[in-house]
């Protein structure tokens, strides 16, 4: 099993990014995805959630507005489209996935993302 997460970076105050998650090892269409974001100091949190379908999603109140995820089960790969960064933002991002019949789950690794003021 592999989660890959890449288009992390630095970014100004006001910019965007996307990140993806490229997975790979388990059916995907069946695992509900989500993004978790944990800074220096404080403890992972969860930033959005799409169920295994896409039709739910759900975020946290700190993004709503300015985050949204979305996922294509042809291409095995979980997005996450951040505009008007805060330097509150940054944190080493992590795509997760989770079993929709179960206890399963899986990481990826992390991205750094850093938002400068």
């Known amino acids: 099993v592999q989660l890959v997460e890449s288009g992390g970076g630095l970014v100004q105050s006001g910019g965007s990014l996307t990140l993806s998650c490229a997975s790979s090892?388990?059916?995907?269409?069946?695992?509900?995805l989500r993004w978790f974001r944990q800074a220096p100091g404080r403890e992972r949190e969860r930033v959005a959630h799409?169920?295994?379908?896409?039709?739910?999603?759900n975020y946290a109140d700190s993004v709503k507005g300015r985050f949204t995820i979305s996922r294509d089960n042809a291409k095995n790969t979980v997005y996450l489209q951040m505009n008007s960064l805060k330097p509150e933002d940054t944190a080493v991002y992590f795509c997760?996935?989770?079993?929709?019949?179960?206890?399963?789950?899986?990481w990826g690794q992390g991205i750094q993302v850093a938002v400068s003021s």
């Open positions: 799409i169920s295994s379908s896409g039709g739910m999603t």
């Open positions: 090892g388990f059916t995907f269409s069946t695992y509900h």
């Open positions: 997760n996935a989770l079993a929709s019949r179960g206890i399963q789950q899986y």
